[in-house]
């Protein structure tokens, strides 16, 4: 079976546990993914599934080498593939076979979500890397300004690394070791708790931990 599935994030909300303590959780809907490839160690040289998330996307919305993948695994094209590592148990997993949530993961399991932050465009140095800034007073001058950049004589020059304003988000971020609260198999939800990457209705890969 395989490590992993892809997931779409649908929000956050609260259960309760057992105790009647309050659980902040994530709803993804994981799956249902298809196997498109099959990859061996001759001649690929190495071992894994790559999976396709199930929905819906217009023929006319892929190219044509996607399109000749997809007919040679005879089955309707997918928007999104991902490769996960795979080991073949009593029952090994041929090409068109679909995976549910249950069959990868169960409640209690710790899974690592990778997922792409959300972009904030161009960023000051302030919101961009939590920097104090300049006293708010009257005739400061320096409220939320970058301040001295460099050395003036020697090396008279800017050192690289020099945190500075800049582009900020829109970064690939794996969030690790998130337990698994709760499974809802007939509409394919992982409730996992805490929070994970990116806006609602963007693409994240689940795996085991």
Known sequence: MVDGLIGIKVGMTQVFDESGTVVPVTIIKAGPCV??????????????????????????????????????????????????????????????????????????????????????????????????????????????????IGASAYPSRVLPGMRAAGHMGCDSVTVQNLKVVRIQEQENILLVKGAIPGPNGKYVVIKKA
Do not use: W
């Open 35 to 148: 196997v498109v490839q099959k990859k061996m160690k001759d001649p690929d040289g190495y071992e894994a599934v790559q999976l396709g998330l199930v929905e819906f996307i217009r023929p006319s919305r892929v190219n044509k080498p996607r399109t000749g993948h997809f007919k040679k695994a005879e089955i309707p094209p997918c928007r999104i593939l991902r490769e996960f590592g795979s080991e073949d148990g009593e029952a090994p997993l041929k090409i068109g076979d679909q995976i549910l949530v249950n069959q990868v993961f169960q409640p209690n399991d710790k899974v690592d979500v990778l997922g792409t932050s959300k972009g904030r465009g161009f960023a000051g140095l302030i919101k961009r890397h939590h920097f104090a800034g300049g006293a708010a007073s009257h005739g400061s001058m320096f409220h939320r300004a970058p301040g001295s």
